[in-house]
């Protein structure tokens, strides 16, 4: 084959790569890249593309939907109404008016999530060492350092990739610096909040709830963070809406065409080394790397 277009269970590894003398690109119809080796591929002049803006705003919607359902326990609600319980007292929330929210990460995701959470009249502060502080400004965001955002967030909302440098950054250090009344929400990548740490910081009442989209390990049908009644979970479905699935297949097969005559990539995430492609010998066959 000479192009082999992916969701997110199939795997494209250096073994797969070696298999396939005559690939010349590999897209991803969604954001991550955890199931492609992109330097394997690069090393074999292969080159990579996702489609980066696919789902933003369905995981943004949905990141929204958890701090919604967050501060006001709508699925232990719902679940106790339909045992024949009719409990208003034990499910008193929050509003978000006033509070202060902390978002980690601010690109694509991130920055929706801050704009739509912004009218509901909360204090928006964010860290992200790469953010533009104009783009910031622009959206009523504050630029803080991660200290100043672990202590004053009352609610957290996760918008990083799952890199060396972000695996366990919310972890047993980070939540011994929050307050008591602190919401999390990770709707980004398994493994940047440790959830053996969210489990004791839950359980202990250092922190007042979470909700998860994703896990370190998926599918994820068995954890002790389920046991916990300040808990909300769902199965990673933040990308989980026709419209985004629609956008992420039409934007990868675009990205293919390009690469197959030769043409410049805008999605690209590797620029390799390789030969110029067949019918287009004048074409430049790198493409950009996909900018941030």
């Known amino acids: 084959?000479?192009?082999?277009?992916?969701?997110?269970?199939?795997?494209?590894?250096?073994?797969?790569?070696?298999?396939?003398?005559?690939?010349?690109?590999?897209?991803?119809?969604?954001?991550?890249?955890?199931?492609?080796?992109?330097?394997?591929?690069?090393?074999?002049?292969?080159?990579?593309?996702?489609?980066?803006?696919?789902?933003?705003?369905?995981?943004?919607?949905?990141?929204?939907?958890?701090?919604?359902?967050?501060?006001?326990?709508?699925?232990?609600?719902?679940a106790a109404l339909r045992d024949g319980r009719w409990a208003r007292s034990a499910f008193t929330g929050v509003e978000l008016a006033g509070k202060t929210l902390g978002v980690l990460g601010l690109g694509r995701i991130g920055s929706l999530v801050a704009r739509r959470l912004a009218a509901f009249d909360m204090e928006v502060i964010a860290h992200d060492p790469y953010a533009d502080a104009e783009h910031a400004h622009a959206l009523g965001v504050r630029l803080t350092g991660l200290d100043e955002l672990l202590a004053r967030a009352q609610f957290l909302t996760?918008?990083?990739?799952?890199?060396?440098?972000?695996?366990?950054?919310?972890?047993?250090?980070?939540?011994?610096?929050?307050?008591?009344?602190?919401?999390?929400v990770n709707a980004a990548r398994g493994g940047i909040v440790?959830?053996?740490?969210?489990?004791?910081?839950?359980a202990e009442g250092r922190i007042a709830g979470a909700a998860l989209d994703v896990?370190?390990?998926?599918?994820?049908?068995?954890?002790?963070?389920f046991t916990l009644d300040n808990v909300i979970v769902t199965p990673h479905l933040g990308a989980s809406t026709p419209e985004a699935q629609e956008r992420a297949g039409t934007q990868a097969a675009e990205s293919v065409l390009l690469a197959l005559t030769g043409m410049p990539v805008p999605d690209a995430v590797n620029a390799p080394l390789a030969s110029p492609a067949p019918n287009a010998a004048d074409a430049e066959r790198e493409a950009p790397v996909h900018a941030r």
């Open 1 to 78: 084959a000479d192009a082999v277009l992916v969701r997110s269970a199939t795997r494209i590894d250096a073994e797969a790569l070696a298999a396939a003398p005559r690939l010349r690109v590999v897209a991803r119809a969604g954001v991550g890249l955890d199931n492609v080796d992109v330097p394997a591929a690069t090393a074999a002049g292969v080159l990579v593309a996702n489609a980066p803006a696919s789902n933003v705003v369905s995981a943004a919607e949905h990141a929204v939907a958890l701090l919604l359902a967050l501060a006001r326990h709508v699925p232990q609600a719902d």
């Open 158 to 184: 996760v918008h990083l990739p799952l890199t060396g440098g972000t695996a366990g950054l919310i972890g047993a250090d980070a939540l011994r610096r929050v307050r008591g009344d602190l919401r999390i």
């Open 194 to 202: 440790d959830e053996r740490a969210l489990y004791a910081a839950l």
């Open 215 to 225: 896990y370190a390990h998926e599918p994820c049908t068995d954890s002790p963070l």
